[in-house]
């Protein structure tokens, strides 16, 4: 049987879909391959496979990515590696080979450059952040509640960002009008947040 005939969909909202799948998709290395593959999606941000309820849960952002879209890549995703026999058990040379061959087609260098980078830079902004925080020993020590709140806000901002970049760039900086709300938003929350900074001076 073709594995898209044995997914079933579960769970459908704004946003967050959930799959019932096969257990041939649950074997931890197909399972951290296909769960890594999605998150390569443009528009997701979340995937989560649970291997031991066979289950797949994927959230993703509806003005990147649509779920029809999703669904198409879904399908040419598992497709692609069930043509290449990537689910069929063999013996593990026979599998370590087809795995790396399996990521080389999915262009898995570019993604671990992609991670590597991603994490480095978050790394780098966490540590500036924290560098700042520590500056301020005697604001600590008199209220470390008042500065650990100020420092996870400015990660809390930092994360926002990262999530929203590419819709920023792609589209509500081409069409500002069309994403007016989304605009409105931004300069309502960083309204917030110089307010805040102010006040923390």
């Known amino acids: 049987m073709s594995i898209q005939k044995e997914i079933i969909l579960r769970y459908k909202s704004s946003g967050h879909v959930r799959f019932q799948i096969p257990e041939r998709l649950c074997r931890p290395d197909i399972a951290t391959f296909v769960a890594d593959a999605i998150q390569q999606i443009d528009g997701v941000y979340q995937v989560n496979l649970y291997r031991n309820k066979k289950k797949l849960a994927i959230r993703f952002v509806n003005e990147t990515l649509s779920f029809q879209d999703l669904a198409q890549q879904l399908l040419t995703l598992l497709t692609d590696l069930e043509n290449k026999s990537f689910f069929i058990t063999k013996a593990k040379p026979a599998k370590t080979s087809l795995i790396k061959n399996t990521f080389s087609g999915w262009k898995a260098t570019r993604w671990a450059k992609d991670k590597y980078t991603e994490t480095k830079e978050t790394a780098q ?77």
Do not use: C
Not at 128 to 141: R, S
């Open 125 to 201: 902004a966490i540590g500036i952040l924290a560098k700042l925080g520590l500056k301020k020993k005697p604001e600590i020590l008199a209220n470390p509640e008042k500065t650990l709140i100020s420092f996870f806000n400015d990660v809390l901002i930092l994360f926002l960002v990262k999530t929203h970049w590419k819709l920023i760039t792609k589209k509500w900086l081409l069409e500002p009008l069309k994403y007016r709300y989304q605009w409105l938003t931004i300069f309502y929350l960083m309204y917030l947040f110089i307010r805040s900074k102010n006040k923390n001076k």
